[in-house]
């Protein structure tokens, strides 16, 4: 259930497609079917994608946007096979068309993740929110998810590499995330609440050209619920104040707000972490 939770948003918007364009295939074929049985097939033919979509997205998480891409590569395919279009293309090799398929993908994917959003300044506000519950106590909680600059590998992704307090700025710290090797990422972090075991609130932002300093800016909160026996409701929020187009969609793909509940409760909870983030922070600390 809890792959399903992760992935079902980008494995639907993958086999809604990948079933349009097989209706429009089925249906294009005279074979005397009648429009009851091409849905059927669709149906059938949805159900298969939409089980290899779970199983391929979880197996192999890192070409995981070949199933919303390549779902609209194929849609765009079937619907040029049915217009007037399909007269042009009937007299060409079949390898030009096979390349094709690959030209259009990285084309598309270019289109829709590419570094060009960020260029153009075009972005989204994004809010992230995650919540779940640990058999943990809010002080060992607290331990895992706020960084103590005494104490970094305590942090919860084993990714800190600094959290080291601003000379005369109270408040104010430098924080940086390991991404792999010797490359790390730098934030500026002001912290705007502290109450220990309870709530952890601050600013963050990225020193970055002016232009890209939008898209490197925000806030995050840290909620934490004793719940007695039951252990701690956390609670996590974060907003992006704008994230380029592209980021944005894929972080909508990844249903990042699950990810991060997931991630973190399998973390202290000392089970298997089956997310995304899971295995960045296992790629990174093998590079590390």
Known sequence: MTLIRLHYRRVLVGTLFFGLAGFLQFNAVDDGATLAIDLLITSLFMLIIGLLGFIGVSLFPSFRVVMEIGALVFFAMAVLQRSSFSRVTDGLPDWILSCSVFFFFALLHHIIYGQWWQKSGLGFA????????TRQRPEEVWARLVPNPND??????????AFDPKPGEPGHFVQKIGLGGSAVLELQIEVKECSPFRRFHYDFHADTSDRNRTFNRGTCDIQLTDLGADGTLVEISEINEKLAVGEALLMWFDNLGAQ????????????RDWTLIGKMRRDVQ???
């Open 152 to 161: 970094l590998g305590a942090y919860y992704t084993k990714t800190l590499r």
């Open 126 to 133: 994004v809010r992230l929110n995650s919540k779940f519950k």
């Open 286 to 288: 093998a590079l590390s």
């Open 260 to 271: 991060v509940s997931a991630s973190a409760r399998a973390v202290l909870d000392g089970s």
